[in-house]
């Protein structure tokens, strides 16, 4: 069957959470208390543990081959505009976007503004702190990184949503 990279992306944590619900459901019921006296057998929760196990084996295949079926979309594709294959953006993505936290924190500051503990611990002496570039440079490079954060991003979205992959399982 053929998937978008997005629709695969959403079969992949459908099946992981089918696997989980089925671990779960082991942890459950593949032990169980009985009170003195009772009857086990009335207490018994329905569990087959050889069913169980091959249910797991067969999700974790599958898990398997989608995950590989990603993981070959994303080296095999380039996303149009930035002459990167997927796996390269989901990479260049993260460090924009510490790139452009860490250039807000550096707009934000005035170029000269007082420390927080204003007074020091020897007398009345007020500690400045002054910003040791250009601020309207930081803030041209902030907009800079903000505008190719949001077109990776937008880029992205466009291939994963439109190209597709198939996928045998």
Known sequence: ???TSSEANKLLRRLNEERDALLAKEQKSSTFLAAMGEDPETVRPE???QSTQEALNRLDEKIRTVKHAINAFNLEHVVLG???????????????????Q????MKDRLPKQRERDAFNHSGNIIDYS?????????????????DALSKAQTALDVLN??????IVI
């Open 130 to 146: 002054y910003a040791n570039y250009e601020l309207a440079a930081v803030e041209a490079d902030y907009e800079a990184v903000s």
């Open 1 to 3: 069957m053929r998937y």
């Open 102 to 105: 860490k250039l807000a924190r």
């Open 82 to 100: 930035f002459d990167m294959t997927i796996d390269q953006m989901l990479i260049y993505i993260p460090q924009l976007t510490a790139k452009k």
């Open 161 to 166: 949503n439109t190209e597709t992959m198939e």
């Open 47 to 49: 569990y087959e543990y």
